[in-house]
């Protein structure tokens, strides 16, 4: 039987299980491993879990997987976690931090205890205003990609009987967003990888969000990269000025902040809650 030492973390609702090197040497990841211990049933139960390790000329090194092993994309909250959590296991020098994933390098900062910011990298890949098929009709759509593609529907554009053209959603906690997410995610445009889906209504110059996350296949309480993603949409699309509030399914806030450059989005910050939920050991028979 093998010893596992993990901090199960929690960012604006977003949780991850979080491995140190430092306590777990010499450990592997299989995608049976990373299932096991997301498993909200037989394990720990989270959205994703991520490995921390030392690294020369950085604070740290984080690697992010998907609750179904997957892995190679960026997650916005469980970055600001693993700030919270490198900051409270000593790796960093000052509030700041310098850190790498997937060999890009990034940068954020400790406010306070509990409140992390995180620099993202420009958004790719920004589509704004197509048609995707789904729900037996046509739905006004925008994607951007922010490390992780996203796209992002307003639940206005999308029709809850679609042979009565006055029939649109206008409540976000009504809206079936695992049924028409799984969808939209699977469609063949957005294949080999799939993509994330985003749900939104504006109001009073803040962002309503709903995110059906690939790689969990399901519905998570926030999205960093999603909510990211929407701001820059909000922005681009009904000129909502930065910085932008999104309120998340969990209720809690999450800023985004950025700057456009004639279009151009640049300096985008995630600000938000990050916080240790419990430590524990999980124990695996080989």
């Known amino acids: 039987m093998k010893k596992i030492i993990f901090t199960k973390m929690s960012g604006a609702g977003n949780d991850f299980v ?71 296991t000593g790796r960093l020098k000052s509030t700041t ?13 400790v406010l306070n205890d509990e409140l992390i910011k995180f620099d993202f990298n420009p958004p790719q890949k920004i589509k704004l205003n197509f ?13 951007a990609d922010t490390g992780s593609p996203h796209v992002v529907i307003k639940i206005n554009d999308v029709l809850e009987d679609p042979l009565n053209p006055l029939s649109n ?27 994330n889906v985003n749900f939104i209504k ?40 930065p910085p932008i509030k999104l309120i998340t399914k969990s209720g809690e806030h999450l800023t985004v902040d950025f700057k456009n450059n004639n279009t151009n989005i640049e300096n985008i910050s995630l600000t938000g809650s990050a916080k240790i939920i419990f430590i524990g050991e999980y124990y695996l028979n080989l």
Do not use: H, W
């Open 97 to 109: 931090t310098l850190f790498q994933s997937e060999g890009l390098n990034y940068t954020g900062k």
């Open 169 to 195: 959603y206008d409540q976000l906690l009504e809206f079936p967003v695992y049924e028409i997410g799984k969808e939209i995610r699977n469609l063949p445009e957005f294949a080999p990888g799939g993509t």
């Open 131 to 143: 048609k995707v098929k789904a729900a037996e009709q046509l739905i006004t759509a925008n994607y």
């Open 18 to 88: 979080f491995i140190d090197e430092r306590e777990n040497p010499g450990i592997t990841f299989s995608t049976d491993l990373i299932k096991k211990l997301c498993n909200r049933k037989s394990g720990i139960g989270s959205d994703g879990l991520i490995f921390i390790k030392d690294k020369k000329d950085f604070d740290f090194e984080m690697k992010y997987f998907n609750a179904d092993g997957t892995t190679n994309t960026l997650c916005g909250n469980g970055a600001r976690c693993a700030i919270k959590y490198a900051n409270d």
């Open 202 to 241: 504006i109001v009073n110059d803040s962002i309503l969000i709903r995110t059906y996350e690939r790689g969990v296949e399901n519905e998570t309480l926030a999205c960093g990269t999603g909510s990211v993603a929407a701001a820059v949409i909000g922005n681009l699309v009904d000129g909502l000025e």
